[in-house]
């Protein structure tokens, strides 16, 4: 697991976060992934969703259920994001549905974030079918993982995210 800087916290939005200093293990990759960024100071806040319905299932409510949370995170990183960039800061969020950044268009390196919160958090996963799941201590595979990265002051990183909610 990586240094935790802020443990697990939940928004008024019911999603799960925590702060992490980007450990050594991921700074190969995040600085593939924002590619010329220093990443020395490098926050990474991974976010978890409680999901209605089990994950690994497939169908309709199912899809449902991943569009409404991708909505739920996309809004709040953005948010988040564009208060840290507007006091000049460098902020971005994946797209759990590409793995790619969503402010730094360059890349083309896709964010794991199964590995990531094996890594950040010390959780298990599971294989299903053709790709590995994130199982989380008290959801099991009913969770929608996503992040969010912050090269700012870990203050400022908190009043935006108390800010948007």
């Known amino acids: 697991m990586s240094t935790i800087v802020v443990p697990i916290t939940t928004t008024s939005r019911g999603m799960e976060y925590s702060v992490h200093d980007c450990p ?12 010329g960024l220093d990443v020395q100071g490098m926050l990474i806040v991974p976010t978890c969703q409680n999901s209605a319905v089990d994950l690994v299932k497939v169908g309709e409510d199912v899809e449902n259920e ?15 994001c564009d208060i840290l960039i507007s006091k000049g800061y ?3 969020y994946i797209d759990p549905c590409s793995g790619l ?3 730094t268009r360059e890349s083309r390196v896709v ?5 990531a919160l094996q890594t950040l958090l ?3 996963t ?3 079918g053709c ?9 099991g595979s009913s969770v929608y993982p996503s992040s969010m990265f912050a090269k700012a002051p870990l203050e400022e990183l908190q009043a935006a995210i108390k800010q948007v909610g």
């Open 126 to 128: 599971q294989n299903a």
């Open 66 to 80: 991943k569009d409404r949370l991708l909505e739920v995170f996309m809004e709040w990183a953005k948010a988040v």
């Open 111 to 115: 964010y794991g974030e199964v590995d």
């Open 24 to 35: 050594r293990k991921h700074k190969e990759e995040v600085a593939a992934i924002f590619p």
């Open 101 to 103: 950044p969503m402010i």
């Open 90 to 92: 460098w902020a971005d």
């Open 131 to 139: 790709c590995k799941v994130i199982l989380h201590p008290k959801w």
């Open 122 to 124: 010390g959780y298990k």
